[in-house]
Nanobody
């Protein structure tokens, strides 16, 4: 059973930066290197939405709202995916979740990912 553990969430002021990490352990579908990894976020009263995704070949996708501010990367040797978040704004406040799947249809669709972490809270104050 795969386990995903996020870390790095915190409370920051607008304009600040954070780096989220997600380490995968256990048996991932196929192996970690073959999995698409994604970062999603969910604010109170809102649906879980895709923020960034990276596939097994390193192709990256971003939500329009975070393009130019957030960067997703992965270290296959460490089975870890990162989300560097710069120029944070209050609207980025949410619980951030890491997700993994071997063949999601859409990188930003939560229903296409079978493995989830518990989440890490990001709070941005103005």
């Amino acid at each position: 059973q795969v386990q995903l553990m996020e870390s790095g969430g915190d409370s920051v002021q607008a304009g600040g930066s954070l780096r989220l990490s997600c380490i995968a352990s256990g048996t991932v579908y196929g192996n970690y290197r073959s999995n698409c990894m994604g970062w999603f976020r969910q604010a109170p009263g809102k649906e879980r939405a895709g923020v960034a995704g990276i596939d097994s070949e390193g192709t990256k996708n971003y939500a329009e709202s975070v393009k130019g501010r957030f960067t997703i990367s992965r270290d296959n040797a460490k089975s870890t995916v990162y989300l560097q978040m710069n120029s944070l704004q209050p609207e980025d406040t949410a619980m951030y979740y890491c997700a993994a799947d071997d063949n999601p249809v859409r990188w930003n669709s939560a229903v296409d990912f079978r493995n989830w972490g518990q989440g890490t809270q990001v709070t941005v104050s103005s």
